[in-house]
């Protein structure tokens, strides 16, 4: 399939779990930030995102936290499913240079039933 | 069927050969992108169209070509394709600039030999 999912950081979750996904980020001049969900064989999907100017966001049994003192960036997942099984990255957006989402590596979700 | 479609899903080519990957975009997106996926490395991206006729270097620009004709059309040419060149590429898409919400394709797997 189309992703990358070997050799990552994995969070083992049982059904019914909140999780908590980390993201350290790197530049104190990112103003935006995004959480995406990648499933095995599928290109990233859009979770939720966050500007610099907040620090709690909450969409649909997801909550993004942006700690923007040491630079951390956290998704908590509510009831874990088994259709949560996935990787998921965070990226920021660097605003200087060319104005590019720079994403992280990944950590892999698995879901015990 | 409305959205992002890449190809091929999956493509081995020989060192040296020149390989085009397409991608088409349904929704009138202004800015498209191509990222390639990497173990150790997460997304990364490579070149990025703000409009037709108007591309711009990324990340990893070297050893790539890319044209927009078309608003709809982004394709991505490897000259002449090398070993290093394997990676899972994605294509995505987005209404505004660079940075915010991006809908991606399904990825294609390139295997050069």
């Known amino acids: 399939g189309e992703s990358v999912g070997l050799h990552l950081p994995t969070l083992s979750v049982q059904e019914g779990d909140n999780s908590i996904i980390n993201c350290a980020y790197s530049n104190s001049a990112s103003d935006y930030f995004i959480w995406y969900k990648q499933e095995s064989g599928k290109g990233p999907q859009f979770i939720i995102d966050i500007r610099s100017n907040m620090d709690k966001r909450q969409g649909q049994r997801v909550t993004v936290l942006l700690n923007k003192t040491v630079k951390h960036l956290s998704l908590q997942i509510a009831a874990t499913q088994p259709g949560d099984s996935a990787v998921y990255f965070c990226?920021?957006?660097?605003?200087?240079?060319?104005?590019?989402?720079?994403f992280g590596k990944g950590n892999q979700v698995v879901v015990i039933p | 069927d409305a959205g992002i479609t890449q190809s091929p899903r999956y493509k081995i080519t020989e060192t040296g050969r020149q390989v085009t990957l397409m991608c088409h975009q349904t929704?009138?997106?202004?800015?498209m992108f191509w990222y390639r996926q990497d173990l150790g490395h997460g997304l990364r991206l490579i070149y990025y169209?703000?409009?037709?006729?108007?591309?711009d270097k990324g990340e990893v620009p070297d050893g790539y070509v890319v044209s927009r004709s078309k608003t709809e059309n982004f394709p991505l040419t490897l000259e002449s394709a090398t070993r290093s060149q394997t990676s899972v590429y994605f294509c995505?898409?987005?209404?505004?600039?660079?940075?915010?919400?991006?809908?991606f394709g399904q990825g294609t797997r390139l295997t050069v030999v």
């Open positions: 995505a898409s987005s209404e505004r600039n660079v940075g915010t919400e991006a809908f």
């Open positions: 929704w009138s997106h202004s800015y």
């Open positions: 169209s703000a409009a037709a006729d108007i591309t």
């Open positions: 990226a920021e957006r660097v605003t200087y240079g060319n104005n590019r989402l720079a």
